[in-house]
């Protein structure tokens, strides 16, 4: 009697950890804590994570999303977003009479501190990021004219400093660590002296989903990364998923992007999410795979997280300030 093999279960890998980071959830949870406190509306510099959903679920609260300070009102309460702003921000909040509530993420106000101790002590600043990220903006204008940007190592020889022998890089929080590290040992190619940030600048919650989407990459035939085009954190994901091994990987906002096709001869996908993609993202996504036959579901935990952030002062109860 000829025997068949049994086809390979249909499986989906869940990374941990995922979602929300100590920074997303504090900065969310400023725009609501403001709305309680000052009443709607709250004003929102920038999106408060690059995320579209958090975004409308705070507008249905009374949250309003500018993308410029002088469409504050004057007197009115403004949030500044997780990402960070350029000192000017700060000066120009203060000529209009807003009351500001600060939900800049500790790890990127840790950044911009280290840019201006640089800048005092006479480096020249080599910042490792993308160009026009809110985070890169903000912390370039920090120090302007000591900071010079650097897109990756195909930019280390165009950079020009005044003395070779006080220049210091650091980096934007949310990039692909193997990356960051390739452009930062060019630069140490191309200057000696370089001196490195006192710690990492790549956010704890960053390295740690690059590391769990490698964990499961290599068994996936296809990765499935929630998050949103304009998240950096969340693109970031995609591209260390296909370095390491697996077959396909794509980015998609919500369970409605899932393509049909991508399933096609696919036995094991890889799911995780964005440090600003909220748990309910991620579970319509795992509704729509279990749908279609991925109702196998393990989660591959690379490690634990317990980093919490409090709120920002003016927040904190009792704090009249």
């Not at 025997?3 to 950890?17: D, G, I, N, S, W």
């Not at 500001?100 to 911009?112: E, G, Q």
């Not at 201006?116 to 910042?127: C, K, N, Q, T």
């Amino acid at each position: 009697m000829t025997t068949h093999a049994q086809p390979a279960p249909r499986r989906v890998l869940l990374a941990a950890p995922r979602g929300y980071c100590a920074g997303v959830e504090r900065a969310v949870a400023t725009v609501e804590q403001a709305l309680e406190r000052h009443g709607p509306p709250v004003y929102v510099r920038h999106q408060i994570v690059h995320n579209a959903h958090v975004v409308r679920a705070l507008e249905r609260r009374g949250a309003v999303f500018v993308e410029r300070t002088d469409e504050v009102p004057e007197g009115a309460t403004v949030v500044f977003s997780a990402h960070g702003v350029a000192p000017l921000v700060h000066a120009e909040a203060a000529r209009r009479r807003l009351t500001v509530v600060d939900a800049t993420c500790p790890l990127v106000t840790k950044v911009h501190r280290e840019a201006r101790r640089f800048a005092d002590e006479g480096y020249d600043i080599l910042l490792i990021g993308h160009e026009g990220h809110e985070e890169v903006v903000g912390t370039m204008g920090e120090a302007p004219g000591r900071i010079h940007l650097v897109d990756g190592p195909s930019d280390v020889a165009d950079v020009h400093v005044r003395d070779e022998r006080k220049v210091a890089w650091l980096s934007q929080t949310t990039l692909s660590v193997d990356e960051t590290m390739a452009t930062a040992a060019a630069l140490k190619d191309r200057f000696p002296a370089l001196t490195s940030p006192p710690s990492d600048d790549i956010c704890y919650a960053t390295q740690n989903r690059q590391e769990a989407v490698k964990q499961i990459a290599a068994e996936a035939d296809l990765v499935l990364v929630v998050g949103s085009p304009h998240s950096s954190n969340s693109v970031r994901l995609v591209e260390v998923a296909l370095a390491s091994g697996a077959t396909a990987a794509h980015l998609v906002d919500t369970a409605d992007e899932l393509a049909a096709e991508w399933l096609d001869g696919v036995r094991t996908i890889g799911v995780t999410s964005g440090a600003s993609v909220p748990d309910v993202l991620v579970d319509g996504v795992l509704d729509r795979l279990a749908d279609r036959g991925f109702d196998h579901v393990e989660v591959v935990r690379s490690t634990e997280e317990t980093q919490r952030f409090a709120l920002p002062r003016p927040l904190l109860p009792h704090d009249d300030s």
